[in-house]
C-alpha cells in the first residue's frame, strides 16, 4: 500500500491510497464467496458457486461493489495508522479505479485534530469570585421562614395590600365564559399580581360578600385568547389577615431544630456561605480555565462543533417530549427563540471544543496518570450524581463500552485540577473559615486510622487490564467526551457567567 497525505487545512487532510492489484484480487475473491452463499444454482451447492458463473448470474459490477464495500473502510483504517491520521469525522471517499488489473486508488479528505503545543498553565492568577453573606441575606432567609409559620385569620374589616381574600373568579371574552379560566375558593394574596395587576387594585377596600365586576387585558401568554380584553367577575367570600410569628427565640425552636435565634441566624448564615463558597469555587475553576485558554488560539474542525452543537439542540428536543411539548414551546417558556438557543448552543460549543482540544494537549504534555482507583472514584461519583449503586453504573459503563470516555473525563478534570492548582488566586476565605464549615479537613486535627477497603467485585471496570484497554483507545472516543461532569469543567467553565445542569 501507498499512501500519501496533502494538507488542505490546519485541521483537514487529503489521504491518497493506492492498494495493489494482488489485494484487491483477494477482495474480490473473498467478494465472491461471500455471495455465492447467497445464491442457489441447480447442481452446486451454497457457497460453492464458481466465480464465473456468479459473474453470469449476478454480473461483474456486483461482485466489485461487494469487494469495494467490504475492502475499502479496512484500506482507510491501515492508512490512517500508517499516517498516524488521527480523524474526527466521517472521511469524504472519492475512489479513482477499484479493479483486478489496476488495483485500487482513492482519496479520502478528512477533518483531524489540530496539531499544537499546549501553552504554559503557571503563571495564571484571578480573583476569588464574591462568596461573602450579608446581614440582609441572613434576614431575608428568615423573613421566608415566618412566611411558612405565618397564621391567615379571618378578619371583619376591608381587605388591603398584603391581605388574603377567598374569592370565586369567572372571565369572559366577548359574552362567552372561559371555563378554563374559572375558579371557585380560591386563596389570592392581595398584591402579588398573580391574575393581572387590575384585581389587586380591585381588590384593595373590598369586603367579605362583595361582587366586583371589571375589564382588563388577558397577559399575552394565556393559552387563549391572549392579550384580549376580557370582563373578569370576581365574588369576595371573606378577607383574612396574615400575621407573622414574633421573631424570638419561642420562633426559633418552633421553626428549627435550634433553641435560640442567634443559633438560628448562625446556622443560616453558614448554610448560605456553604453554598456560595461551593458556587464561587466552581465559578472559580471557570475563571482560571478561561483564563489559560485565552492564551492560545486553535483551529477548531467544524464537524467537532457540528456535532457538540447537534448534541445540545437532541438534548433540548428530549426535555420536550418528556413534558410532551414541541421544542419551540419548551423555549418559548424560557422566553427564547430556537433562532437564540442555537446561535448559543453553537458558541457554547465553540468553547467546549477548544477547551477539550487544549486540555487534551496538556494532558498529553504533563503526562497525567491515571489509575483504577481514579476509575472506582469515578463511578461512585455518577453513582451519588444519578442516586444510584456504584454496580449499576459500572454495569451500564461495561454494557455501552464507555470506559474509554470515562477515562477522557477522568484525564480532563485532573488536568483541569493542575491548572487551578498552579494559579495564583486573590481574596476568598481563609482556611480557618473552610474548616468551621466542613469544606475542608483541618489540619491540625489528628490523623483517624483508616478504615479497612471492602472490595466490591461488581465494580470490576477498574482493573489494570481495563484500564490500559481505555487508555489506549482514549483518543478514539475523544470527540464524544464532552458529556457529563467533565462538561462542567470544558464547556461551563469556559464561561463563568454560564455556570450553574443536570
Not at 139 to 160: M, P, T
Not at 330 to 340: F, K, P
Not at 409 to 435: F, N, Q
Not at 489 to 502: G, V
Request: net charge negative; glycine share 6%; with cysteine.
Amino acid at each position: 500500500m501507498k499512501t500519501t497525505v496533502e494538507t488542505l487545512d490546519p485541521v483537514k487532510v487529503k489521504l491518497t491510497v493506492e492498494v495493489e492489484p494482488a489485494r484487491v484480487k483477494k477482495a474480490f475473491d473473498e467478494a465472491a464467496r461471500h455471495l455465492s452463499q447467497q445464491v442457489t444454482l441447480p447442481g452446486f451447492r451454497k457457497g460453492k458457486v464458481p466465480r464465473k458463473l456468479l459473474e453470469q448470474r449476478l454480473g461483474t459490477g456486483a461482485i466489485a461493489q461487494h469487494a469495494m464495500e467490504d475492502a475499502l473502510s479496512g484500506y482507510y483504517s491501515e492508512a490512517l495508522e500508517k499516517e498516524k491520521i488521527d480523524p474526527v469525522a466521517m472521511p469524504e471517499v472519492d475512489v479513482k479505479n477499484f479493479d483486478e488489473t489496476d488495483g485500487c486508488t482513492f482519496e479520502a479528505t478528512v477533518e483531524i485534530r489540530p496539531q499544537f503545543e499546549a501553552p504554559d498553565h503557571t503563571g495564571i492568577s484571578v480573583t476569588f469570585p464574591e462568596w461573602d453573606v450579608a446581614d440582609e441575606d441572613v434576614e431575608e432567609q428568615i423573613g421566608q421562614l415566618r412566611e411558612r409559620f405565618a397564621e391567615v385569620d379571618e378578619v371583619e374589616r376591608a381587605a388591603g395590600t398584603g391581605d388574603y381574600v377567598t374569592i370565586d373568579l369567572r372571565v369572559s371574552v366577548d359574552g362567552e365564559e372561559l371555563e378554563s379560566a374559572h375558579v371557585e375558593d380560591a386563596l389570592y394574596e392581595i398584591g402579588t399580581a398573580g391574575v393581572t395587576p387590575k384585581l389587586d387594585e380591585e381588590l384593595v377596600g373590598a369586603s367579605a360578600g362583595d361582587e366586583l365586576t371589571y375589564t382588563d387585558e388577558l397577559p399575552d401568554e394565556y393559552p387563549e385568547h391572549g392579550g384580549e380584553e376580557a370582563e373578569f367577575t370576581v365574588v369576595v367570600k371573606d378577607v383574612r389577615e396574615k400575621t407573622l410569628p414574633d421573631l424570638d427565640d419561642d420562633f426559633a425552636a418552633t421553626a428549627s431544630e435550634f433553641d435560640t435565634l442567634d443559633e438560628l441566624r448562625k446556622d443560616i448564615r453558614d448554610s448560605l456561605l456553604r453554598r456560595r463558597i461551593t458556587q464561587a469555587q466552581h465559578e472559580l475553576r471557570g475563571r482560571i480555565l478561561e483564563a489559560y485558554l485565552a492564551n492560545v488560539d486553535v483551529p477548531l474542525p467544524p464537524s467537532m462543533i457540528e456535532q457538540e452543537t447537534q448534541s445540545r439542540i437532541q438534548q433540548v428536543e428530549r426535555q420536550a417530549e418528556q413534558y410532551g411539548l414541541e421544542m419551540e414551546q419548551l423555549l418559548a417558556m424560557e422566553q427564547t427563540s430556537r433562532e437564540e438557543f442555537e446561535e448559543n448552543a453553537r458558541r457554547q460549543s465553540t468553547e467546549a471544543v477548544k477547551a477539550q482540544l487544549v486540555i487534551d494537549a496538556l494532558a498529553d504534555s504533563l503526562k497525567v496518570q491515571i489509575d483504577s482507583a481514579d476509575i472506582d472514584a469515578e463511578i461512585v461519583r455518577h453513582a451519588q450524581a444519578n442516586d444510584t449503586s456504584p454496580q449499576q453504573v459500572a454495569q451500564i459503563i461495561q454494557s455501552q463500552g464507555s470506559i474509554g470516555a470515562l477515562v477522557g473525563d477522568i484525564m480532563r478534570r485532573k488536568t483541569i485540577d493542575e491548572i487551578v492548582a498552579s494559579a495564583t488566586v486573590e481574596g476568598g476565605p481563609d482556611e480557618a473559615v473552610l474548616v468551621e464549615l466542613g469544606l475542608t479537613d483541618d489540619p491540625d486535627a489528628p490523623d483517624e486510622p483508616e478504615a479497612p477497603v471492602v472490595a466490591e467485585p461488581e465494580v470490576g471496570v477498574a482493573t489494570d487490564a481495563a484500564l490500559e484497554n481505555a487508555t489506549a483507545d482514549e483518543d478514539d472516543d475523544a470527540s464524544d467526551d464532552t458529556s457529563d461532569d467533565t462538561s462542567d469543567d470544558t464547556s461551563d467553565d469556559t464561561s463563568s457567567s454560564e455556570d450553574e445542569e443536570e
